[in-house]
Each structure stands twice: as C-alpha cells, then as structure tokens.
C-alpha cells in the first residue's frame, strides 16, 4: 500500500517549496484538488521543484474543459515532471455543473466515458501520430495539424483515474480508466460490498479485473499529540462528515448501513443553513465507520489493518500543517515502505 498526501491552500508562488517538503517526508504521491483553485497550476510548480514524488488531480472536474484542453494539461505537466504525472478526472453533481461552472451535467457516466476515450485518441495522436479519428455522442476529435501537436513524450503514459461513489460510474471506472478516486465518505464494508464489484463488472469488458486497476483514497484520521489536538480533529471530522452526509449523492453509503434518516435529517439542517449543529448528528458508531482514531504512532497500522486489499492508496484527510514536524511524518511514511 501507498501513503500519499493532499496539497494544502496555500499561495501559489509556494507550492514548489511546498511539493519538496512533502516529497523529503516520503510520500509516495501528492495530490491536488479542486474547490476554490485550478488543481493543475500547483503540480505545474511542483513539478520542476521534486524529483522522485508523483502528483496527480483529484479531482479536475472535467466538463467544463474539453478533452482536448485536458488532454493538452495533462501532457505538458507529464513532460515536466518526467513520467510522474497522474490526471485524476471528476463529473461533479449537476447543480455544481450547471450553476456554478456551465458545464454540461446530463448523462454523466456515458459522457465521462467518452471523455476519457476522447483523451486517450488525442494522446495517440501526439505520440504515434494517429489519425485523428474519434466521433461521439458528446465529443469529437478529428482535426490535429502539426501546428497543434505537442509531439510524443519520453514517457507516454498518463494514469487515468476517474472518482465515483455509485455503482454507474465505478463500472464506468473500471472498464475506461487505470485507476479510481474513490470518495472520503465511505465505509469498508460499501468498498468490499459495493464499489469493488461494480469497477470488477466495468474492468471485465476489457478483460481486467478490479486488481488492475489503483484504487486510492483520503481517509480520515482522528489523532494528535495531545488529548487538545486530538478532540479538535474529532470534532472537525464530525463536521465534514456530516456535510457529506447531508448530500443526497452519497446516500448509498448511508443506506447500506440503515443510517438513511441520518442523511435526512443533515439534509434538512444543510438547507437551512444550520452548519454548526450538523456535527453533533455524528454518533460515535458512524465515527469509527467512517474515520480511524488513536495516536499519531498507531495511525499507519490502522490504515494498513482497515484497507489491506481494499484500497491500494491512501492518505489522510487533512494535508500535513505548514508547522509539522517533518520527522514525525517521516516515520508515518516509513512505515509503509518496510
């Protein structure tokens, strides 16, 4: 198993000295993603300032960008970090896409699996110089003069990684994609029961299985150096917690374990904008489900011990402070690199 990290908010004149502090920790991977930034800027930095960590998206949303323009950033960063580029590729809800970004927000699951196969036919083309040849429902790619080619890299292949919580889309995963982010809120028991069977169903029209592809996600953790930190971080998690729980498209999660009037009830409190109270819905159970507790030296064997064969990445939730000790991470990295 991997241990990668998020890539905190930070300025972006500092995210190359901020992707070599995280590679000197040992992390096997940084990622960056979308909320109130562009996810590919950072890495572009990070990039020439690291040599050995990997960096990828998680996620970029992708309607709002053609697969072109993606296809494009994803090459220029894989050239500049020399083969350790990985594009992590998300559908976002369709409120968000039709009224925050523009973008369109039917058929999701078809649409993004057309997209990634628009992408890899406009990286054929700049590598090997493929006719360009893809026709579509919902993109088209069939003009590429020499003008508007990259050319062909020293290290062509790019990870696809595609996020998904319901089973549509991780099928759409696994039959299209290398890899899979899969999201914060979930459960061990909706991984095994759920999510890995349906990227098995999708990877099995291509004659793979759920083991050829990656599957990572962001855990949440519960620790600290003392009993102050460590209730602050309980306290923090409850509230993202229930702000995931309060979206209706991650209801499965909670259906699966008969917490359905949970996710109601945070639904309610969300749409009326009562944010401070929705932690205290979190019980101790739906904690323990949903995050890993105990001391900072213990959290490496309990993540190993919770998604050994369940996930092969992994990282904590929160990124590592601007004021961490970097040994204490270090020795958090060592041990999954024995």
């Not at 998680?58 to 220029?76: G, H, K, L, S």
């Not at 590598?127 to 020499?146: C, H, I, M, V, W």
């Not at 369940?310 to 024995?338: G, N």
Request: overall charge negative.
């Amino acid at each position: 198993m991997k241990i990668d990290v998020q890539l905190g908010e930070f300025d972006l004149a500092k995210a190359g000295a901020e992707g070599k502090r995280l590679e000197s920790m040992g992390f096997d991977a940084l990622w960056s993603w979308e909320t109130d930034r562009n996810p590919f800027l950072p890495l572009a930095m990070t990039a020439l300032s690291t040599q050995k960590i990997q960096m990828g998206t998680n996620i970029a949303v992708a309607f709002p960008r053609t697969p072109m323009v993606t296809a494009t950033m994803a090459w220029d960063l894989q050239r500049a970090s020399h083969g350790r580029f990985m594009l992590g590729l998300g559908t976002q809800v369709r409120m968000h896409n039709k009224r925050r970004l523009s973008a369109p927000s039917d058929s999701p699951a078809p649409r993004v699996r057309e997209y990634i196969l628009c992408i890899r036919a406009i990286w054929d083309a700049f590598q090997n110089g493929a006719k360009p040849n893809f026709k579509g429902e919902f993109y088209e790619f069939t003009l590429l003069t020499p003008f508007f080619n990259p050319g062909p890299l020293e290290h062509p292949h790019i990870p696809i990684y595609l996020a998904g919580v319901k089973p549509l889309m991780c099928r759409v995963a696994g039959e299209v994609a290398d890899g899979m982010h899969v999201h914060p809120f979930h459960s061990v028991r909706y991984l095994k029961e759920v999510l890995r069977p349906s990227v098995n169903d999708g990877a099995k029209l291509q004659g793979k299985s759920v083991e050829d592809l990656e599957l990572f996600s962001p855990v949440f953790a519960v620790t600290g150096d003392t009993e102050a930190e460590r209730s602050e971080r309980e306290k923090a998690t409850r509230e993202q917690l229930s702000f995931y729980a309060s979206t209706p498209n991650y209801r499965d999660v909670l259906e699966l374990h008969g917490w359905t009037a949970i996710g109601e009830e945070l639904s309610k409190k969300a749409r009326a904008g009562d944010w401070e109270s929705m932690g205290a819905l979190i019980s101790d159970e739906m904690l323990d489900t949903f995050a890993v507790s105990g001391d900072f030296n213990v959290v490496p064997k309990l993540l190993q011990e919770r998604y050994s064969g369940v996930l092969d990445r992994v990282s904590i939730y929160y990124p590592v402070p601007p004021d961490a000790d970097p040994e204490k991470w270090k020795r958090l990295t060592d041990a999954f690199h024995p």
